[in-house]
């Protein structure tokens, strides 16, 4: 069974950092690609960032960019969001989320949510300003 676990949310004041991480387990295919997501209250969810295991290329939605890194320790099955000068606009709850398998997509479909098949439970993050 597939499971994800987010840890690492929080509360931090605005210029702040915070790392979450995403721990997995039950993967079945040493290929995968795991997103990271967050919703905010009211507004629809948004992809934030993505790593492909196949070759390592990572991608972030123009929000973060430049903020936020995503990164993966194999060795540990954890994907890592570090996340910097963060901003009021950041709080939200962030989900990890994968989909297993050899996967190359158009770049669009990596912060794409209904491309993923498995969701963790989430983590908040809460950003004061």
């Known amino acids: 069974e597939v499971q994800l676990v987010e840890s690492g949310g929080g509360l931090v004041q605005a210029g702040g950092s915070l790392r979450l991480s995403c721990a997995a387990s039950?993967?079945?295919?040493?290929?995968?690609?795991i997103g990271w997501f967050r919703q905010a209250p009211g507004k629809e969810r948004e992809g934030v960032s993505a790593?492909?295991?196949?070759?390592?290329?990572?991608y972030y939605s123009d929000s973060v960019k430049g903020r936020f890194a995503i990164s993966s320790d194999s060795a540990k099955n954890t994907v890592y969001l570090q996340m910097k000068s963060l901003k009021p606009e950041d709080t939200a709850v962030y989900y990890c989320?994968?989909?297993?398998?050899?996967?190359?997509?158009?770049?669009?479909?990596?912060?794409?949510?209904?491309?993923?098949?498995?969701w963790g439970q989430g983590t908040q993050v809460t950003v004061s300003s």
């Open positions: 989320a994968a989909v297993l398998g050899f996967t190359i997509w158009s770049d669009i479909y990596y912060l794409d949510g209904r491309q993923y098949d498995y």
């Open positions: 039950g993967f079945t295919s040493d290929d995968h690609v």
């Open positions: 790593i492909n295991s196949s070759g390592g290329r990572t």
